[in-house]
């Protein structure tokens, strides 16, 4: 069965940076892109960005250009997520996401969710 | 970028009762528009995509219409586990926007 399991919670000062893993298993990774959405307290579900695991090809979300990167290890299934320069507004639930068909960006698999916390 | 929007922002309504929800983008988007539901402290679970095609295991009483710009979901009889918030996304072309939310909550 498709599972997507995230890198446990982190607590981060302003200015820091993150790494969010996500392993992936169930599935064949290089046929499909991993989407990345997060989730303020309280607030709706943010797109951030989207890689595809067959090439690399990026695709972010213009407010984070210049701050994130996503990149994927077809060795291990492994999708990441790095965010530069945290702020508070940074302080989220951050999820990776399976696309429903490997041209579709509507997500039927998700992570099961990674709490960044940014304070001083 | 095509802007997302849904109302209402929040409802409350009985057992049994027909729910709607309306999404509309700011552009046309055909009908590439997904809809999920969340429930507190839950992940986003896919109900609905191509504006009307049910996800395999939701059950029937939610559906979806639409297409262009003007999309709907319907819970045709509100039972107590679609207590959630509910979102649309929009797919046609990065960026994959989400709508604010909707929460229904029973009466």
């Known amino acids: 069965q498709v599972q997507l399991v995230q890198s446990g919670a982190e607590v981060k000062k302003p200015g820091a940076s993150v790494k969010v893993s996500c392993k992936a298993s169930g599935y064949t990774f290089t046929s499909y892109g991993i989407s990345w959405v997060r989730q303020a307290p309280g607030q709706g579900l943010e797109w951030m960005g989207w890689i595809s695991a067959y090439n690399g090809n990026t695709n972010y979300a213009q407010k984070l250009q210049g701050r994130v990167t996503m990149t994927t290890d077809t060795s291990t299934s492994t999708a990441y997520m790095e965010l530069r320069s945290l702020r508070s507004d940074d302080t989220a639930v951050y999820y990776c996401?399976?696309?429903?068909?490997?041209?579709?960006?509507?997500?039927?698999?998700w992570g099961q969710g990674t709490l960044v916390t940014v304070s001083s | 970028d095509i802007q997302m929007t849904q109302s209402p922002s929040s409802l409350s309504a009985s057992v049994g009762d027909r729910v709607t929800i309306t999404c509309r983008a700011s552009q046309g988007i055909s009908n590439y528009l997904a809809w999920y539901q969340q429930k507190p402290g839950k992940v986003p679970k896919l109900l609905i995509y191509a504006a009307s095609t049910l996800q395999s295991g939701v059950p029937s009483r939610f559906s979806g219409s639409g297409s262009g710009t003007d999309f709907t979901l319907t819970i045709s009889s509100l039972q107590p586990e679609d207590v959630a918030t509910y979102y649309c996304q929009k797919y046609n072309s990065a960026p994959f926007t989400f709508g604010p939310g909707t929460k229904v909550d029973i009466k």
């Open positions: 996401a399976k696309p429903a068909r490997a041209r579709g960006h509507y997500f039927d698999y």
